[in-house]
């Protein structure tokens, strides 16, 4: 375990430059050309069989030990958000996206699990496979991946899959989840339509924008009257459209909402819920509701026994003081959920806080300020590439 950790140790000045290099020029969505191209340049020279994608930038890359046995899946997510960045870093991205929730940490990071396997092959009792995954902030790169073969270009499924996401915390520190992890994401749009006319004369036409506001204030009492405390949701409106000129009444008026569930039960009284509320509210305006409620996103689930191995395996190798155990799941999601729908395994954190930034008040993922301490990706490649040498010991 010192020998991985120290070897990591000696890696981190070409990770930290790969990590910059990348932060430098993010991608988004699900073509990132720049961003391959540079994974592949890392990867360059391992004994690796690499697949690339075809609806997708993915990189796929398959690490064969030197003895038979099964398959264990490491994970890396590659894009960025189109998130204009206000770190003042010398290495701020330059395109107008910013890599604002760490994923050009996982990217290096997992190049570096895979040198440190590399050096190791002949040790390991099976495969490894790589997954540089595109398009994980909303394009659903992980569902892309699995659809082109992701988990049979090793020749047999995985048994395990692992992953990483970086957080503002106390630098180092890992926290680990058993069972729902982060929350699934669905997507509600409700749109009400009455008839248009002038705004000077309400009386002449049916305004669809007060059974809009209606509807959306009702949403949030729906949630705690329908909803366990114990199984929550959270549902955020965040869009409300009407109409073009400020005195014209619109014939028609939408919302949209984002909806974190928890549970399939929680889903199916959404889905059931938002509709006969919508229904109601705009019947009594006389005007009409169309509801469209889409799941976006599963609920990330951890394996019980696959997360209780690898909080052991943590504590062996960093320190009993460094792994925390949560027990609420963040309302957050990830499409690392759709990987562990097919594969048993683990998706945890690695907290890593600047020197001098107090991670309670530091500004979270997805902010034009977050800041991520690169230190970290030493122990980062070191965590994932002990989960898979140790699960494939033979």
């Known amino acids: 375990m010192t020998r991985l950790r120290t070897e990591a140790a000696a890696l981190l000045p070409e990770l930290t430059a790969l990590r910059r290099d990348l932060h430098r020029e993010p991608e988004i969505g699900l073509d990132l050309p ?14 690796l069989e690499i697949t690339l994608g075809q609806a997708t930038t993915s990189v796929t890359a398959v690490l064969r030990g030197g003895h038979p046995g099964p398959v264990v899946l490491l994970r890396g997510d590659m894009d960025g958000l189109p998130v204009a960045e206000e770190t003042g870093l010398d290495y701020a991205g330059t395109n107008g996206n910013m890599h604002a929730c760490g994923h050009d940490l996982h990217t290096a990071g997992l190049v570096g699990a895979a040198k440190l396997l590399a050096a190791r092959a002949d040790e390991i009792h099976g495969s490894v496979v790589f997954m540089f995954q595109p398009g994980e902030e909303g394009y659903k790169g992980a569902k892309v991946m699995l659809d082109e073969g992701l988990l049979d270009v090793a020749g047999q499924r995985p048994i395990a899959a692992y992953g990483i996401h970086v957080a503002p915390g106390p630098r180092g520190t890992f926290s680990i989840k058993s069972g729902p992890a982060l929350a699934g994401s669905n997507t509600l749009e409700i749109t009400v339509t009455g008839k248009g006319g002038h705004g000077s004369q309400p009386q002449t036409a049916v305004d669809p924008v007060p059974a809009l506001l209606a509807i959306a204030s009702e949403l949030q009492t729906m949630v705690t009257r329908r909803f366990s405390v114990f199984d929550p949701v959270v549902l955020s409106v965040t869009q409300l459209q009407a109409g073009e000129a400020i ?11 984002t909806v974190r569930t928890l549970s399939p039960e929680s889903v199916e009284t959404m889905r059931t819920e938002t509709t006969r509320l919508a229904a109601g509210i705009a019947s009594a305006h006389g005007c009409t509701a169309e509801v469209d409620f889409e799941v976006q996103y599963p609920v990330t689930v951890n394996t019980p026994e696959q997360t209780d191995w690898v909080a052991a395996e943590l504590r062996g190798l960093f320190g009993e003081e460094r792994i925390e155990i949560v027990d609420q799941p963040l309302m957050g999601s990830e499409d690392f959920s759709f990987v562990l729908e097919e594969v048993p395994g683990t998706f945890f954190f690695l907290h890593c806080s600047p020197d001098g930034l107090d991670p309670a008040t530091a500004a979270w993922n997805h902010s034009p300020h977050v800041l991520f301490d690169d230190a970290v990706l030493a122990d980062e490649a070191a965590a994932l590439a002990h989960l ?3 699960r494939l010991a033979g």
């Not at 391959?36 to 360059?44: N, Y």
């Not at 619109?250 to 919302?255: M, V």
Request: proline share 7%; net charge neutral; glycine share 8%.
């Open 34 to 47: 720049l961003t391959q191209r540079k994974v592949l340049d890392a990867l360059d020279g391992l004994p």
């Open 388 to 390: 898979a040498l140790t």
């Open 247 to 257: 005195n014209v009444i619109p014939a028609q008026a939408s919302l949209g909402a």
